[in-house]
């Protein structure tokens, strides 16, 4: 299915690629993103605007996720652009695993470019295509990330 499709890839390369180890939280599960002020969003089209994949965190989140890519020790303070290129390159990442799974596409040029910035969970929701699949992932620490993939890019 779609679904598993989608968290066994976030799963894989949030672990190999930043060394973060994610649970899924059952579905219904309430969005603890939905209560922050600000989450760090990021979006791309897939397979040349077939679909969209998308990913939001907590800006806290996200600059533990930066230092484990930069191999810098957690808790040190990461500039916001170190965070936006971390997400971004992470989402490029899982969309170009789920480009070469779902559409059978073995050719980065059908990736577009990956869309990061820090807006309110609604701004988040309305960038993520039309009827996403939505899983959220829990941190071994408690923290969550949303990743999301919509077969239909663009709802507008």
């Not at 969005?31 to 939001?56: I, Y």
């Not at 070469?100 to 040029?109: A, L, N």
């Not at 929701?125 to 996403?132: D, I, L, M």
Request: glycine fraction near 8%; charged fraction near 25%; include cysteine.
């Amino acid at each position: 299915s779609l679904r598993a499709t989608v968290r066994d890839t976030a799963i894989r390369v949030f672990e190999d690629a930043a060394f973060v180890f994610t649970d899924e939280l059952p579905e219904g599960a309430d969005n603890p993103l939905r209560h922050e002020r600000k989450v760090l969003s990021a979006h791309m089209d897939v397979a040349s605007g077939q679909a969209r994949a998308a990913l939001a965190c907590s800006l806290s989140f996200a600059g533990n996720i930066a230092a484990d890519l930069l191999g810098v020790e957690s808790g040190s303070p990461m500039p916001t652009r170190k965070c936006i290129d971390a997400i971004g390159e992470l989402l490029n990442m899982l969309a170009g695993m789920l480009a070469k799974q779902w559409f059978e596409h073995d050719d980065d040029r059908l990736l577009g470019l990956p869309v990061v910035a820090t807006v309110s969970y609604f701004e988040h929701s309305q960038r993520c295509g039309v009827n996403p699949v939505r899983i959220l992932l829990e941190s071994e620490e408690g923290d969550v990330i949303e990743v999301s993939f919509s077969e239909a890019a663009r709802g507008e």
